[in-house]
Nanobody, 121 residues
Framework: QVQLVESGGGLVQTGGSLRLSCAASGRTFNINRMGWYRQAPGKQREFVAS???????NYADSVKGRFTIARDNAKNTVYLQMNSLKPEDTAVYYCNANVYIITTRVNVELWGQGTLITVSS
């Protein structure tokens, strides 16, 4: 079984910075892609950023130039550095990973437990 554990949420003022971390743990798996989604109150969950094994990254237009995603493949960890935060960034942030389970030869989509980020104006 593979699990994602997030850390790093909290309260920050407008213009501030935070860094989220998400580590995958378990046995016999390979990670294809890791990324982040968020869900603001009363809204649907939306894509934020992702990073695949080649190093290629992708960002939502709303966070380009402010957020940076990075992976540490040796630690099976993904980070989201968030700068110039705005009140509209307030949401629960979820780590996401597409993982290949070696023993079952199946790709699965995993989600972290979510971490709340509140940006005060």
């Amino acid at each position: 079984q593979v699990q994602l554990v997030e850390s790093g949420g909290g309260l920050v003022q407008t213009g501030g910075s935070l860094r989220l971390s998400c580590a995958a743990s378990g046995r016999t798996f390979n990670i294809n892609r890791m990324g982040w989604y968020r869900q603001a109150p009363g809204k649907q969950r939306e894509f934020v950023a992702s990073a695949i094994n080649s190093g290629s990254t992708n960002y939502a237009d709303s966070v380009k130039g402010r957020f940076t995603i990075a992976r540490d493949n040796a630690k099976n960890t993904v980070y989201l550095q968030m700068n110039s935060l705005k009140p509209e960034d307030t949401a629960v942030y979820y780590c996401n990973a597409n993982v290949y389970i070696i023993t079952t030869r199946v790709n699965v989509e995993l989600w972290g437990q979510g971490t709340l980020i509140t940006v005060s104006s």
